[in-house]
């Protein structure tokens, strides 16, 4: 049925399998009696502690809280192309290089390809047994005949469970074919990185039961075109969500960036427009240029393009700008661009695109044009700058890299104070 007679709406309504052995609920059970069970003391529990899994993938372990957890599921969503498969082969590669038993089953590519990508890559990918196969109920039977102690399904959305209709990847199936695998996985104490697709807009695809189901979400993020990826935990029952990792796609394989302040300060141009955030990657600081261009523009409305920061941020910064700090950028087009392909997702980044707008919108380098100006702050809607997490690591990071002082909300309470402290004034800016 394309339409819900209940409320109307379209392609809403989602096949379930019925559950095997009969009806569902009570009535099914009418002739054997249900016993209650005796609640235990948590301090009674016995909880031994399981050694985690190294994929020996230093940020991937990490993100997860060390390791993977035997019997548990990982979800890894990210766009196409961003290094999915890449990052899974070498972290089965590498668990298999160090003895475990490990099985890659893939959906999406032939066993070729998987090979073809495995040649690339550093370490024992090429150990990695491998079955191309989009069949549920066989992946299923595979892997209770193999019984790995770490298996990557590539890709949840490429499964197929016989007993709905539905084509692969559609709500229906996912669910299914997640529910499924995490029944065994859990009795099998395999460990499973499902790798999922994420739609346009950047959500996971499938149902949102699909991350109620797992026991960690990571996600995956970066543009295709730039080299640099950042793997976020947005979920994690055995550890931190605060955690995130930074990769660089390379001819062999992703490889760890352990200095990527180092980098990205030493790429940031002292030019107008230009200054430096010192962001927080999950637990770790990190600085990054941001970028802005104000430039006139023949279109109405003007543009506003923002690239790793939320356009709404954006529109927010420029209002607070215009009504408290005196920068009004009118009817002329707005770029601004976090350099690197990275994406800061924090209002501690509200002062960075403040700053690199007032500068570009006056044609003033930000600084003393020696070393670049590093700031972070969030920016309240009277013009106030209001505190965020982690000040001291942030400042410790700028130290670190020569940059200083840094203007934060402690340095200045307010964005005119900012502004000042940041941009020299010269004459020209004083008429403008
Ligand atoms: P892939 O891991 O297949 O992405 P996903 O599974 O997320 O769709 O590959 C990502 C891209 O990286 C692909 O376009 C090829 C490229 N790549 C490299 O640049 N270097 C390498 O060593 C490998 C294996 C891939
Ligand atoms: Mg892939």
Redesign the pocket.
């Given at each position: 049925m394309g339409q819900c007679p209940g409320c109307g709406e379209w392609n809403t309504l989602v096949e379930e399998a019925p559950p095997p052995g009969g009806s569902r609920g009570s009535a099914g059970r009418a002739g054997s009696a249900v016993r209650a069970v005796t609640p235990v003391a948590l301090a009674e529990v016995q909880a031994p502690r399981i050694p985690r899994l190294k994929t020996g993938i230093g940020e991937l372990d990490r993100v997860l809280g060390g390791g993977l957890v035997p019997g548990s599921l990982v979800l890894l969503g990210?766009?196409?192309?961003?290094?999915?498969?890449?990052?899974?082969?070498m972290a089965l590669g590498n668990l298999a290089g160090a003895g475990r038993r490990t099985l890659y089953v893939s959906g999406?590519?032939s066993a070729a390809q998987i090979k073809l990508?495995a040649e690339?890559?550093p370490g024992a990918a090429l150990q990695v047994p491998v079955v191309a196969e989009t069949d549920l109920d066989t992946v299923l039977a595979t892997l209770e005949a193999e019984r790995p102690e770490v298996c990557v399904i590539?890709?949840v959305q490429t499964l197929h469970a016989a007993e709905l209709s539905g084509a692969a990847g559609s709500v229906g199936q996912v669910r299914e074919v997640a529910d499924r695998i995490t029944r065994l996985a859990k009795a099998r104490g395999i460990a499973v990185l499902l790798?999922g697709h994420v739609t346009k807009e950047g959500a996971l695809a499938g149902p949102r039961v699909l991350e109620h189901l797992v026991d960690c979400v990571l996600q995956?993020e970066g543009e295709?075109e730039r080299t640099y990826r950042t793997l976020r935990a947005l979920k994690n029952r055995f550890g931190s969500t605060n955690e995130a990792g930074v990769f660089e796609?390379?001819?062999?394989?992703?490889v760890e960036v352990a200095d990527a302040s180092a980098r990205f300060v030493g790429e940031a141009t002292r030019a107008p427009g230009s200054v430096v955030l010192a962001a927080m990657e999950g637990s770790r600081p990190l600085l990054v240029e941001v970028q802005a261009l104000v430039s006139p523009s023949e279109l109405v409305p003007p543009r506003r393009i923002a690239n790793g920061i939320d356009r709404n941020r954006l529109a927010l910064v420029l209002a607070v700008l215009g009504r408290h700090a005196g920068v009004g950028v009118g009817s002329a087009d707005v770029f601004v661009n976090v350099a690197g392909g990275v994406r800061v997702d924090e209002p501690g980044a509200d002062l960075a695109v403040a700053l690199a707008v007032a500068s570009a919108q006056r044609g003033v380098v930000a600084g003393d044009g020696a070393r670049p100006v590093a700031c972070f702050g969030e920016l309240g809607l009277s013009g106030e700058l209001r505190s965020v997490a982690h000040p001291d690591r942030r400042q410790a990071e700028a130290r670190k890299f020569g940059l200083g002082p840094v203007i934060c909300p402690d340095a200045a309470p307010t964005l005119r104070a900012a502004l000042s402290a940041a941009l020299p004034a010269r004459p020209r800016a004083r008429a403008a």
């Open positions: 990210g766009s196409p192309g961003i290094g999915k498969s890449t990052l899974t082969s999406e590519e990508r690339r890559l590539d890709s790798v995956f295709r796609m390379a001819g062999g394989g992703l």
